[in-house]
């Protein structure tokens, strides 16, 4: 059975960074956000090897797997491997709000068990879910599989209702850095090449935030992660610092693969160049291979902004040892 390990962080923490790195390992396979929702335009939409992602032949590969293993599955258009395949309301609005307290989750589970809806789907994407971590190992030949989906209620229901083995590696970045990229994500949190952006179709992100709902959604991101770990005590977990990555990452990535018991790798000079097959962010596009801390946000946020998130989320933030 293939390890899953599963990076669990705030969007635009650096996650997507982080998996292609251990993709270097010859024993580990990064494939992204396995949840494969939000793709855009399925016909324009670019794997990392920046094929279409409809024929990229290591999708097409792992698509013919599925198949042979009962699923009618592409993963560009027809996953169904996350929460979207539930077309009811009543699931959908339980499904909103992030991962709380474990007496809120007793709640959702009791509301949710209500519908016939999600006691029959929730198995059916489960096992879809699974039997696809299963066929990116086979297809890659690899032994341990990264997603960074970073859902907490995808982990909660993968680690509760699947037999898969999984690691998380929880991931944090400064809360300022993160925000900055809710509030410009075209500059800030896509692909260098402009032409590369909107998973390769060239298309800005038009969702922006301003720094007080930025500042909150970073906040509820990691107070999700740590009520949820807290829920699941029985998950091993490695903790990592963005900023630490980027200072030394060959060393940062050596000591997640001693914790997954696997071999240290001696160099990370051209990551890139290893063949990689990753859906999510599109820094997945570029081509540089140098790895450089991204703390634009201390030249670009105005003392107002910089207030402005002290008191939203200031004190969790320091909490991590950001100052």
């Not at 410009?184 to 590369?196: G, I, T, V, Y």
């Not at 509820?220 to 990555?245: D, F, T």
Request: aromatic share 6%.
């Amino acid at each position: 059975m293939p390890r899953l390990v599963y990076v669990m962080a705030a969007s635009h923490s650096g996650s997507t960074l982080l998996a292609m790195l251990l993709n270097a390992h010859p024993q580990v396979v990064t494939a992204g956000e396995l949840k494969a929702v939000n793709l855009g335009d399925p016909e324009r939409y670019r794997c990392s090897c920046h094929a279409l992602l409809k024929s990229c032949d290591f999708w097409q590969t792992v698509n013919r797997e599925m198949v042979a293993n009962g699923h009618d599955f592409r993963i560009h258009d027809l996953a169904r491997t996350h929460f979207d395949v539930f077309q009811s309301p009543w699931i959908q609005r339980l499904l909103r709000p992030l991962v709380r307290a474990q007496a809120w989750e007793r709640l959702r589970e009791l509301a949710l068990a209500l519908s016939p809806e999600w006691r029959h789907g929730l198995p059916i994407m489960l096992q879809r879910s699974r039997d696809l971590v299963h066929a990116v190992a086979r297809v890659a030949g690899a032994e341990v599989v990264v997603e960074s989906s970073k859902v907490g209620m995808r982990l909660k229901m993968l680690a509760e209702h699947t037999d898969l083995d999984i690691h998380v590696v929880r991931l944090i970045r400064d809360g300022r850095a993160v925000a900055l990229t809710y509030m410009r994500p075209a500059e800030f949190a896509d692909a260098k090449d402009a032409s590369l952006r909107g998973g390769g179709t060239g298309a800005n992100h038009d969702h922006t935030l301003d720094m007080a709902a930025a500042a909150r959604e970073w906040r509820r991101s990691n107070e999700e992660a740590e009520a949820l770990l807290a829920q699941l005590p029985g998950l091993p977990v490695i903790q990592l610092n963005y900023e630490a990555l980027c200072s030394d990452p060959l060393q940062e990535v050596n000591c997640v693969f001693a914790a997954l018991g696997l071999s240290p790798i001696a160099t990370l000079d051209g990551f890139r160049d290893v063949p990689h097959h990753v859906i999510g962010n599109g820094m997945r596009l570029d081509s540089d291979s140098r790895i450089v801390l991204d703390d634009r946000w201390r030249q670009t946020l105005s003392e107002d902004e910089l207030h402005t998130f002290a008191a939203v989320a200031g004190g969790l933030n320091r909490s991590y040892g950001y100052v």
